[in-house]
């Protein structure tokens, strides 16, 4: 059995929502969860039925939110702490946290270490498209502000390898994020780092931000500043239609009749674009499974979070990215 | 009446849409419009009756969307390069063109000229936000995607002034766009303009994706290339969420009755965000105005460029410009 090391209380809701989405992820497959945190809160949370999936790791501290995320090398009696160093020492094979994210970052790079030839780890995250089924993969979205084209050419790699081996596309197609299709578009370091994707044969050029949406690329390759800017575009756009119509809707009973027949439609929609479907984000370069969940995440985003650990662990990813790697001589 | 120069088949879908929107505009207010472009084709589709507000003006030649924006200066028979004379000579206070957008800018930028002490101009747009009638102006939004933090202070004051003397906001706020709210967030470029930001009163600090549509700000200033992402990601989600809902809908009949009643929500959401409803981007910190449309602009876009162009002719955003620029010892 795949043995998950959970930060069971990092989230901004505590344990509750955490130890919720353990459960429901046990009721659809089978997994050990190691649960770090206060042992008598977590045990109490934990129906009978579940308990032999369950093992419990007492850490005394949580590592709060506005904490500089570097101080958590010195906080080893944190639940973050102690989750990553289950993996560090191979108790466990993945590590989910919906806790501090730079903390999560800095311990995965510096504890667990990078892949060699990546000097860069990322996040990378699902978007939805107008395809059903169909996602698209953004990194990075927010581990690295300041990007040299180089980094952008390992995000490519580790993007190609995660499409392939955890979203199972046989032939993924790679995009730069640019102002413009055509070739000649670009800042500096997009056009840089255009020159150096050219050697990759599923790198299909620069594409537009409205091509996230629409299912005709894979994997799109940004810096994490652009990238944290599209995610939280694109949440501020959904959120903005949804509260106009909610709105308008108010104002006249014909249309809360209509919104009453269109309840299916609205449903599936949410679905299709909510972030709990896909519940974290990976951080890709580092040498184990390291999933980022959101400080806010509900039991169904750490249930997906979860899936995403267990798939990662059951592919050859990093093997993947390295091997890659070697192929290109930068 | 004020004199407007319309590049009349500079778009992509000729001359019928702009004159329509001419001709729409004019119903609603007294303009001298300049139609630049073939005579005998454009003076086809004039009704008698607006006659007597249009000035033809013959132009041979059409500067094609493919060719380079610096082309156009050699180009003195095009409708674009025609029309922008017709500003430089005050023959007109404006120009409006859906034609090539770069030979819009080059033109403005070396035959009109830059305001004193702005390096470089930049493109401003409106985006809708969830409270009604509210805007959010967005700067810049392609026309630099590479700038130092002086290019951006600029686009502060020139953002500054548009909301003040064309929104009539009288305490404009003005956010930097960021990868979050904390002042220590950002890249290099962005943290560096914070610190000169910082000296505007009207400056609130580091603003995120989502405070674009919430109201919460009246200007956000960012750099070319992430302005013209984050204007195709917005398209690309709305236009996401309309086509999900649209193939979902058409699967259930109740749906399609609930849509029935919801009709006037959809039509009301769509008038909204609609990109129509603004019409056009002007290009801020050259000497006159220049009002930048989408190449397949409908005659509602165009109506509304011409709206935009009268009311920034009506204002002395210039002088505003030019008044705060001074003030700041950069």
Known sequence: ??????????????????????????????????????????????????????????ADEVFAMDESATDVLKRKESTIYKAVELVRTAECKAVVSAGHSGASMSLATLRLGRLKGISRPA??????????????LVLDVGANVDCKAENLFEFAIMGYAYAKEIMKIDNPRLGLLSNGEEDC??????KDAFD??????????????????????????CDGFVGNILLKTSEGVAGAITKIIKQSVKKSPLAILGAFFMKGVFKGLKNQIDYDEYGGAPLL???????????KSSPKAIKN????????????????????LTKYDK
């Open 1 to 58: 059995m795949i043995k998950i090391a959970i930060d069971a209380m990092g989230g901004d809701f505590g344990a509750e929502p955490i130890v919720a989405g353990v459960i429901d992820a046990l009721k659809q497959r089978e997994f050990q969860a190691y649960l770090i945190g206060d042992n008598n809160k977590l045990k109490s949370l934990i129906p009978q039925e579940y308990s032999r999936f369950i093992t419990f790791v007492q």
């Open 123 to 136: 996040i990378a995250t699902l978007m939805p498209t107008t395809q059903n089924n169909k996602k698209t």
């Open 185 to 190: 578009k670009g800042n500096e370091i997009t």
């Open 196 to 221: 150096m994707l050219k050697k990759l044969d599923s790198f299909i050029g620069n594409v537009e931000g409205n091509q996230i949406f629409d299912g005709s690329v894979d994997v799109i390759i």
């Open 285 to 295: 370069g580092v040498k184990e499974c390291v999933i980022i969940s959101h400080g």
């Open 305 to 324: 979070a979860i899936f995403q650990a267990l798939k990662f662990s059951e592919s050859n990813i990093n093997e993947v990215i390295s091997n890659e």
